[in-house]
């Protein structure tokens, strides 16, 4: 079994880069063959565009998922995107560390995302969702936030955390993973804690053994429900008595009769 874990933290001394090293002990405990992808640590660029392809399909005009596909088919993909892919199809179960940065993930992840998942090798048209490359993986976020719990609950003042990571964790879900429910500590490191007021601030002993628990129970923890693909019709609207579980999908309210 493989456990790959992806570190997007500038700092490996912080809150993020102890608990992706705490997951490289605890899944290596396991019997997990683990590896990691420090985003800074290995200078990842996020930035996605021509300076990147030697080979081009339109050397005029840069689209960038005409130029993943050409380049995956011709098996030019550039390397520290090629190893990536490696390392994703290569695992069982795939670890995110990252901390919540304006209500997203920081931008070297996003640009990580951008890159990785390549048109034509990670997903096309008839590969994604149920039918994604990833499927049979599982993923997990382990995410830190700043503000506090009660601050980042469904009523806080910062919006309920679960609804910011929604966004991020979908694309894993289009690549065919199965999702867990994410990790999510509260009151780290943020500005209660520079300004030194205590606004549920948590201890990094606490949220570690918090955080083993869940490695350790992982296989048992609830998947992020998601739509099937047969709850979409032809013009991919979600037909009338499916579920719905993304809070971005909605059955219309207009709509005389679906
Ligand atoms: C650029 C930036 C943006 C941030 N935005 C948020 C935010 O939107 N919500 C929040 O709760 N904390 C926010 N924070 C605080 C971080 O989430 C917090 O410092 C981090 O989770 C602590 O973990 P670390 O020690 O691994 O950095 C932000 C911090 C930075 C540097």
Redesign the pocket.
């Known amino acids: 079994m493989k456990a790959h874990i992806v570190l997007a933290?500038p700092?490996q001394k912080?809150?993020?880069?102890h608990l992706s090293a705490t997951s490289q002990r605890i899944l290596g405990n396991q019997g997990f063959q683990t590896t990691l992808s420090d985003l800074y640590g290995m200078d990842f660029d996020p930035r996605e565009g021509p300076q990147h392809y030697s080979s081009r399909k339109d050397s005029d005009v840069f689209h960038v998922q005409t130029e993943q596909r050409f380049n995956a088919d011709n098996e030019t993909i550039p390397s520290d995107v090629s190893s990536e892919m490696q390392r994703l199809m290569d695992c069982d179960l795939l670890v995110v560390h990252f901390?919540?940065?304006?209500?997203g993930m920081p931008a070297i992840l996003k640009g990580w995302m951008d890159r990785v998942f390549v048109y034509g090798r990670m997903y096309r048209s008839v590969m994604r969702y149920d039918t994604g490359i990833c499927s049979g993986k599982k993923m997990i976020a382990c995410v830190?936030?700043?503000?506090s719990e009660d601050n980042?609950a469904h009523n806080g003042r910062?919006g309920d955390t679960h609804l910011h990571l929604w966004p991020i964790l979908f694309p894993f879900r289009y690549l065919g993973f199965d999702v867990l429910e994410p990790q999510i500590l509260h009151g780290?490191?943020?500005v209660a804690f520079i300004e030194g007021h205590d606004d549920g601030l948590s201890t990094i002993e606490t949220y570690t053994n918090r955080w083993i628990e869940t490695l350790d129970k992982h296989s048992t923890r609830p998947l992020i429900k998601y739509n099937a693909d047969s709850d979409f019709d032809g013009a991919k609207r979600l037909i009338a008595g499916a579920p719905v579980h993304s809070p971005f999908v909605r059955h219309n309210p207009k709509a005389v009769s679906d």
């Open positions: 933290h700092e912080s809150f993020n880069g901390p919540l940065w304006w209500f830190t936030t700043g503000a980042c910062e780290v490191g943020g």
